[in-house]
C-alpha cells in the first residue's frame, strides 16, 4: 500500500507479527503532513537540507521485509508510529502500486539515475518503473561516467543529482559533455544555485528538478526533457 494507506494495511491473522511502536508528544500533524509524511525529503521546516530520508528509509526497509507502517497522529498532542514485520523466514517482493497513465515521447526510455542516496535512489527508481521506463543507476558522478560510457545503446536520460561527495553532478556533467555533447541530463537538487544553474542551462542541461519534490513533478520532469529533445 501507499504510504497515505498505511492505516488500513491488515494483518494477516495465520502469520505471527513483531510490532515495533514509536511515539512522541510532539507537535504532531495534521492530515496533508500525515498524507505526505512518508515522501522522501518532505519536511514541515523551512529548511530542507537532508529532510524527509528518515521516515521514508524507515517506509522502504519494511517494504522490502513484506511488512507495514501505521501512524496515528493528533496535532498539539504527539504522534505514533507502528512498524510491522511479518515474522517469516521468506522475503517476498510487494507489488508496486499502478500509477495514472502519462503520454509519454517515446514508448520506453532507458533512464541513468545518478544519487549518492540509496533511499533516493530507491524512490525515484519506483517512480521511474512505474512510469513504463527502464532505469539503471549510478551512485556518484564517477560511476554514472563510466557507466554511460558502457551502455549501449546510450540512456536515453540521465538525471543527475547535483551535490555528491567526490565528483559532484555539475563536474560529471562537464565531463559528459566533453565525450557527448548531446547528453541529455535534468538535475535533481536540494540545494540551488542560480547562477549554477544558468551556467549548466547554457551547457545544455535540459532542466532541473528541485527537492523537495512530488512523483508528478518527477514525471513532468522526463516528460518535457524528452519533449525539448524531440521538438
Do not use: C
Not at 72 to 77: D, K, Q
Not at 147 to 161: A, G, K, N, S, W
Not at 175 to 192: H, I, N, Q, R
Request: zero cysteines.
Amino acid at each position: 500500500a501507499d504510504p497515505v494507506d498505511l492505516e488500513k494495511a491488515p494483518l494477516n491473522p495465520l502469520v505471527a507479527h513483531a510490532i515495533v511502536t514509536v511515539e512522541d508528544t510532539g507537535v504532531g500533524m495534521d492530515d496533508a503532513t500525515r498524507e505526505r509524511a512518508f515522501d522522501p525529503f518532505f519536511s514541515t521546516k523551512g529548511d530542507q537540507v537532508g529532510a524527509g530520508l528518515g521516515l521514508a528509509a524507515v517506509y522502504e526497509i519494511a517494504k522490502s521485509h513484506n511488512g507495514h507502517i501505521t501512524l496515528h497522529s493528533i496535532p498539539n498532542r504527539g504522534s505514533e508510529f507502528q512498524v510491522v514485520f511479518p515474522l517469516t523466514s521468506e522475503r517476498s517482493v510487494p507489488t508496486e502500486p499502478s500509477l495514472p497513465a502519462i503520454k509519454l515521447p517515446r514508448t520506453q526510455l532507458l533512464i541513468l539515475l545518478v544519487d549518492d542516496e540509496d533511499v533516493v535512489r530507491r524512490s525515484a527508481g519506483r517512480v521511474v518503473r512505474q512510469s513504463g521506463h527502464r532505469v539503471i543507476f549510478a551512485r556518484g558522478g564517477e560511476e554514472a561516467l563510466r557507466i554511460y560510457d558502457e551502455t549501449q545503446p546510450r540512456p536515453d536520460l540521465v538525471l543527475m543529482d547535483l551535490n555528491m561527495p567526490g565528483m559532484t553532478g555539475d563536474q560529471a556533467f562537464k565531463k559528459l559533455k566533453e565525450t557527448d555533447p548531446e547528453a541529455p541530463v535534468v538535475f535533481v537538487s536540494g540545494y540551488w544555485d542560480r547562477d549554477l544553474e544558468r551556467e549548466l542551462r547554457g551547457m545544455g542541461a535540459l532542466g532541473f528538478v528541485q527537492k523537495p519534490y512530488e512523483a508528478a513533478t518527477l514525471r513532468d520532469a522526463i516528460v518535457q526533457a524528452m519533449t525539448s529533445q524531440t521538438s
